[in-house]
């Protein structure tokens, strides 16, 4: 039962990811609250890298370091943008999006290797479960384009915060959503040729250089860093790294993996009710019904493994 546990840690470091970056980068007055997130995970990863490094001997060089930079990019891209999103949308709507990347792999995969490429996978499955992604993800845009201004106001007046109408609100995340999954894809293919370890390693030293970067960029511009703001940061970066290393013994069992890959995946379902309990975020019917087509979609090629 090993991987059932595993797989819940990591469900519930995912989503507690997600909220505690939604608290941590959803100040109105701190513009630059994405930065320090990025600052706040590229220090947590800097530390587990460390560790790794030091006492679990794995091996990093320069050479590895550039030949995942490409992936690495990709993947911290990805992640900034998912945090300037978190200001300009509910997470309920935001986790689910980004979620999706794992249906653009799943396409990327068959356009490059067909059918073959699904690994004995139920064909018609596959595509309806993209299919189900795609039009929750289109569902949302529709829905939040669509929504009139005077119920938007009515439906949020428990909310912790405020939310206007606006298509950057649903492109930050369905740009992470593209560049997550550009990531996942090219991270497939370097692997061929990587220890999993030094590649984790290298793309965290990535994330570390990142941080310093943006670290410097925020003292420079005598940006301030107040601790009880900063605090929620650390915990996402935090149960950001956690989940990430659970996912690995999770998934490490393969007698169990069918079944420890969609209990993981659903993780957006569980930062809903996060953002419904501590938010107060509270969503119309219409916002429900394309976020459960995206869960279902998302489930279903868990379970598949794809």
């Known amino acids: 039962m090993n991987w059932f546990w595993f797989a819940l840690i990591a469900l519930l470091c995912w989503s507690g990811s997600d909220l505690f970056s939604k608290i941590g980068c ?46 690495s990019l ?57 299919a189900l992604v795609c039009t929750g993800v289109i569902g949302l845009g529709v829905v939040e384009a669509r929504e009139d201004d005077e119920l938007r106001a009515r439906r949020q007046e428990q909310a912790n915060r405020k939310y206007s109408r606006s298509w950057l609100a649903i492109c930050l995340p369905i740009a992470y959503c593209l560049l997550d999954a550009a990531g996942t894809f090219a991270d497939s293919r370097v692997l061929e040729t990587l220890n999993e370890d030094s590649a984790n390693v290298a793309y965290e030293l990535t994330f570390l250089f990142a941080g310093l970067c943006c670290l410097a960029y925020l003292l420079i511009r005598r940006k301030k860093f107040v601790f009880k703001l900063e605090l929620p940061k650390y915990i996402g970066a935090a149960c950001e790294t956690i989940g990430q290393l659970f996912y690995i013994y999770a998934l490490a069992d393969e007698e169990h993996v069918m079944m420890s890959a969609p209990i993981i995946s659903a993780y957006c379902v569980l930062s809903a009710v996060w953002g419904r309990i501590f938010l107060k975020e509270k969503l119309s019917w219409k916002h429900y019904l394309m976020i459960a087509l995206v869960v279902a979609g998302i489930v279903i090629l868990g379970v598949y493994d794809i």
Request: aromatic share 8%; proline share 3%.
């Open 26 to 71: 959803c100040g109105e007055e701190d513009h630059t609250s994405h930065l320090k997130m990025v600052v706040a995970v590229g220090i947590v990863m800097g530390l587990h890298a460390a560790y790794m490094v030091f006492f679990h001997d794995v091996v990093i060089t320069w050479q590895i370091i550039w030949t995942y930079l490409p992936v």
């Open 74 to 130: 990709l993947y911290i891209v990805s992640m900034a943008l998912g945090y300037v999103g978190l200001r300009y949308i509910e997470l309920s709507i935001s986790s689910p999006i980004c979620n999706s990347s794992g249906a653009l792999v799943a396409v990327l995969t068959m356009l490059t290797g067909g059918l073959a490429a699904l690994d004995g996978a139920n064909p018609v499955l596959v595509v309806g479960a993209i």
